[in-house]
T-cell receptor, first 116, second 109 residues
Framework: ETGVTQSPTHLIKTRGQQVTLRCSSQ?????VSWYQQALGQGPQFIFQ???????GRGNFPPRFSGLQFPNYSSELNVNALELDDSALYLC???????????????FGQGTRLTVV | GQQVMQIPQYQHVQEGEDFTTYCNSS?????IQWYKQRPGGHPVFLIQ?????EVKKQKRLTFQFGEAKKNSSLHITATQTTDVGTYFC?????????FGAGTTVTVRA
């Protein structure tokens, strides 16, 4: 086990709804990244939070937003859900000096979101 | 933007044989990481390569990082049924970790 926990493990939402996914980082890890993994594809980088601020973002629209809390846990919020948002959402935590650097990322087990 | 390409997409291997999966980045990387994901599971970290030309071994797995820090390979010898899964390479540049599409490995006993 990596020490990174995500909740819920599975979720079904209706198109147009909003969803919040949660991630508890491994102890001491100050950097959290979120990824979207569609079926049969590799994880796609959504954004990264370092010390409660977003410091990097992939090619995802603004309706994908996030938060990081003082204890380094994190949330991913998705508004106006679309059918194509159905995927496995992964968070990964690591310890960095500035949000970059060569440190290993530890992944949680993911939240499988289905939008109907 | 940064892109990481991985081939082949599928690898069907006879138990006991060797195979290699290849990873190429459009940009120079800070490091490259390899992950294994079993069906229904999440990516599990295997190894990280940082230095140009670096080679690391884990039992039957050999990982290489190219001299230009833009490509990498994973070679598995004497494939076993426990090697089944999808192997991803992921290249890091600054804050971003970009994953390849993965090589899905099946093993014929």
């Amino acid at each position: 086990e990596t020490g990174v926990t995500q909740s819920p493990t599975h979720l079904i939402k209706t198109r147009g709804q909003q969803v919040t996914l949660r991630c508890s980082s491994q102890s001491g890890h100050n950097t959290v990244s979120w990824y979207q993994q569609a079926l049969g594809q590799g994880p796609q980088f959504i954004f990264q939070y370092y010390r409660e601020e977003e410091n990097g973002r992939g090619n995802f629209p603004p309706r994908f937003s996030g938060l990081q809390f003082p204890n380094y846990s994190s949330e991913l919020n998705v508004n106006a859900l679309e059918l194509d948002d159905s995927a496995l959402y992964l968070c990964a935590s690591r310890d960095t000096m500035t949000g970059t650097g060569n440190t290993e990322a530890f992944f949680g087990q993911g939240t499988r979101l289905t939008v109907v | 933007g940064q892109q990481v390409m991985q081939i082949p997409q599928y690898q069907h291997v006879q138990e006991g044989e060797d195979f290699t999966t290849y990873c190429n980045s459009s940009t120079t990387l800070s490091n490259i990481q390899w992950y294994k994901q079993r069906p229904g599971g999440h990516p599990v970290f295997l190894i990280q390569l940082v230095k140009s030309g670096e080679v690391k071994k884990q039992k039957r797995l050999t990982f290489q990082f190219g001299e230009a820090k833009k490509n990498s390979s994973l070679h598995i010898t004497a494939t076993q049924t426990t090697d089944v899964g999808t192997y991803f390479c992921a290249g890091r540049k600054d804050y971003k970790l970009s994953f390849g599409a993965g090589t899905t490995v099946t093993v014929r006993a």
